[in-house]
Each structure stands twice: as C-alpha cells, then as structure tokens.
C-alpha cells in the first residue's frame, strides 16, 4: 500500500501473476512502489502466485507487496485471482520479467480516471527495445492476430496482446471472465468489445526482460490458441459468412442445372457439377446450423452476450417451428424421390438416360439431407434451451 494513505482506501491496485519470477520480481515490485510514491496514488502491489517454487512469495513479502495464492494453475488462472483478490478499484496488470515499463503508468490511470473501462498498452506505439519481441511475434503474429481481432470485434486498438493493461475491476468482473490460459488476454478484449465497453490506448514501452531462463510462451502453439479463440467468439466469421457463400453457390447452381446443363465460355456444366454443387450447399447449411447451435450454447452459458435482436428471435423461433421446416424439405424430397420412381414405373422400371436420373435424384437427395438436419438441429436446440435449475457446486453426481 501507498505509504502516504495507510489505513486509506486503495484506488490502484499494480498486479503481477507469477511463476519462478524470483530473478525479476524484486525490481518490478520496486518500479511499482516507485510509480506509487511519486504519483501520491493510493494504492497496492499484489502477487498472484500461480506455484512458484523459488522463493518468489518471499522476496514480495519481504518487499511488502500483498501476496495471494492461485489455486489453479495457468495464466489467467492467477489474472482471475488477482482480480477477485485485488481492493483497488482500479487494477494496472502486467508481466513479472521486467519487460513492461511499471514506473510509467500515468497515462493508466488518467484514462481509467476518465472512465475508460479498459485500457491497452501500445508497444508498437511507444517502443520495442531490440531483442525485447521475437521477429516472428513482431512482424508476423501480433501484427496479423491484432488485425482480425479488429476485423471481428472492432476494439479499435492497435496491440491486441499487450500484457500490460489497467481496467476499471467492477466492469471487467462484470464480463465474468472464464478461460485459465493465455486465452484469457484475448477474453478480456473481446468480451469487452462485445460489451460495447469503453476501450481506449495509451503508448507503453517493451524492453528484454530479465529472466535467464526462456519465456513461458511457445510461439506457434499460443498462436494457435488465441486465434482460435477469436474464431470461436466471433461464430458469424467462423460459421455465417462462409456458411451462406457455400449454401447459396451450392443451392443456385443445383437449381439451374436441374433444368439442363449449363455452357460457360466454352466450358459445359452439368450432372457432375450438380453433385459437387449440393455438396456444397449441403456443407453451408451445416455450417450455418452450427452457427445457431453454437449461439444458443455461447449465449446460455455466458460466453457471449445476446443482442436484443438475437433475443427476439430466439423468442420467435421454438424447436416445433424448426421440426416443422425439417419435416417439410425433407417430405418436399421424398416426393421428388416417388414421382421419379413413378415415372420409372411408366417405362416398366426399364433402362433409363442416367443424366436425366441423376437431374432429378440430386434435389431429392438434397431436400431429404438438408430436412434431417432441421430436424436434428431442433431436437438438440430444444435441448440447449430447455429450462433448468442451476447445479449445486457442491452437488456430487454418481456415475
């Protein structure tokens, strides 16, 4: 705590998770203490220790920083409870390897003053010291993950994986923050965004950190994971676009070939390309029944927030309107299916032009499939959205 206000209300809390930091603990602790002196802020250094076996507990102790124990393991794992531990209002968080800059932190806290809810570091702003970020991390992986974290959720930063960040604590709790890895940076800025929350930058320094020993990122597998992880909260990229390309290419070219084959500057189209073309829209109606499946799960569970307009169709839709769409197309299938065998009956189930056949075989095929999958997808999102009483947390089930 700021020695100028003991006993006072804590405005800032500085957070550090860490693990084996005891190389680099002691001087971020002091640049915090430093930061807090100079500014006249009210505030605390909190350790969230994730297991360290090194002594580091002990070196923050001894340096008065308030030192709180994660019980799981994991990035954001020790972030979360910090969080939940921290008695500031506000909370300034960054790494324990002295690469950010913790004695600069005005700009932090003027625009959490201001009402910024979260604010990034910009390191490509204010300064990457030479050999501080891997050239693949800086001109490959945070350059192209920052751009399609703002092509999905539009946050309007230019760092999107900065470590060091300061947000208002009761709004960031408010998000309900869940994932225990690296994920966690990326959850706190898209659920952000999501939530329409005021999200503003400030310029913010990288330099070498201090430790001997490698970093705990592994650069393609954390990519991975945080690219990932975007997908999976922005389901319109992952599932809608590409889901109504392929649906309505597929539908429109089996629709058009259904009544002959095409000619295309010299290039015929015909039964073949039907069958690749339902195929297609067949692959973009699933991808669009995942989407709403996903969306009803995301949204139940708390991983995403539901839009007023989402919540009105949810209201509207129910799982017997979808049976009912299922069970149309795929009747509407079965009866293409029974006029061809009539019609193969009046030639007394004799040979038959096989591209006619197929012609007609491709949208009963299609009809039959895309009517089962409406079916199913409403059995299951009955399911999903089927009222129910909250588990006991400490309720055992018997298997």
């Given amino acids: 705590m700021?020695?100028?206000?003991?006993?006072?209300?804590?405005e800032l809390t500085i957070l550090m998770p860490c693990l084996n930091e005891a190389e680099t603990l002691a001087v971020c602790i002091e640049k915090a203490q430093g930061f807090l002196a100079r500014s006249g802020i009210a505030g605390e250094v909190l350790i969230s220790d994730n297991g360290s076996t090194d002594g580091s507990q002990q070196i923050a102790t001894?340096?008065?920083?308030?030192?709180?124990?994660?019980?799981?393991?994991?990035?954001?794992?020790?972030?979360?409870?910090?969080?939940?531990?921290?008695?500031?209002?506000y909370i300034i968080m960054g790494d324990a390897d002295d690469s950010y800059d913790f004695v600069n932190l005005d700009g932090f806290v003027e625009r959490l003053r201001g009402g910024a809810d979260l604010v990034m570091g910009n390191r490509f702003k204010g300064g990457i010291a030479p050999g501080a970020m891997p050239p693949l991390h800086k001109y490959l992986?945070?350059?192209?993950?920052?751009?399609?974290?703002?092509?999905?959720?539009?946050?309007?930063?230019?760092?999107?994986?900065?470590?060091?960040?300061?947000?208002?604590?009761?709004r960031i709790r408010d998000l309900d923050l869940q994932t225990t890895g690296m994920e966690f940076a990326s959850?706190?800025?898209?659920?952000?965004?999501?939530?329409?929350?005021?999200?503003?930058?400030?310029?913010?320094?990288?330099?070498?950190?201090?430790?001997?020993?490698?970093?705990?990122?592994?650069?393609?597998?954390?990519?991975?994971?945080?690219?990932?992880?975007?997908?999976?909260?922005?389901?319109?990229?992952?599932?809608?676009?590409?889901?109504?390309?392929?649906?309505?290419?597929?539908?429109?070219?089996?629709?058009?070939?259904?009544?002959?084959?095409?000619?295309?500057?010299?290039?015929?189209?015909?039964?073949?390309?039907?069958?690749?073309?339902?195929?297609l829209c067949v692959i973009g109606y699933q991808s669009l029944l995942f989407f709403w499946l996903t969306k009803l799960f995301a949204t139940q569970e708390g991983f995403l927030p539901a839009s007023p307009r989402y919540r009105a169709i949810v209201a509207k839709w129910s799982a017997e309107r979808g049976l009912l769409i299922g069970?149309?197309?795929?009747?509407?299938?079965?009866?293409?299916?029974?006029?061809?065998?009539?019609?193969?009956?009046?030639?007394?189930?004799?040979?038959?032009d096989a591209t006619q056949v197929i012609r007609i075989a491709i949208p009963s095929a299609l009809g039959i499939m895309l009517g089962f999958q409406t079916i199913m997808m409403s059995f299951f999102s009955g399911v999903l959205t089927t009222p129910r009483r909250q588990v006991r947390p400490d309720a055992v089930i018997e298997s």
């Fill in 2 to 10: 700021n020695p100028s206000t003991p006993g006072g209300p804590i």
């Fill in 62 to 89: 001894d340096l008065g920083a308030r030192v709180s124990e994660a019980p799981r393991r994991g990035y954001g794992a020790a972030l979360i409870n910090g969080i939940e531990n921290a008695r500031g209002r």
């Fill in 141 to 170: 992986g945070n350059p192209v993950l920052s751009g399609i974290g703002q092509l999905f959720f539009r946050p309007n930063i230019g760092d999107f994986h900065c470590g060091l960040r300061g947000f208002n604590k009761d």
């Fill in 187 to 279: 959850e706190m800025v898209v659920k952000s965004s999501l939530a329409r929350y005021r999200i503003e930058e400030v310029p913010t320094t990288l330099k070498k950190d201090g430790r001997s020993r490698p970093p705990h990122l592994r650069s393609w597998h954390d990519g991975w994971r945080h690219l990932r992880f975007l997908l999976l909260f922005a389901p319109r990229w992952l599932f809608v676009y590409p889901g109504l390309v392929a649906f309505f290419l597929g539908a429109l070219a089996v629709g058009i070939l259904s009544f002959g084959g095409v000619t295309i500057a010299g290039v015929g189209f015909d039964v073949t390309t039907m069958v690749y073309a339902s195929a």
């Fill in 327 to 352: 069970l149309a197309l795929f009747l509407l299938g079965v009866v293409i299916g029974i006029v061809q065998v009539a019609r193969w009956g009046s030639l007394d189930f004799g040979p038959q």
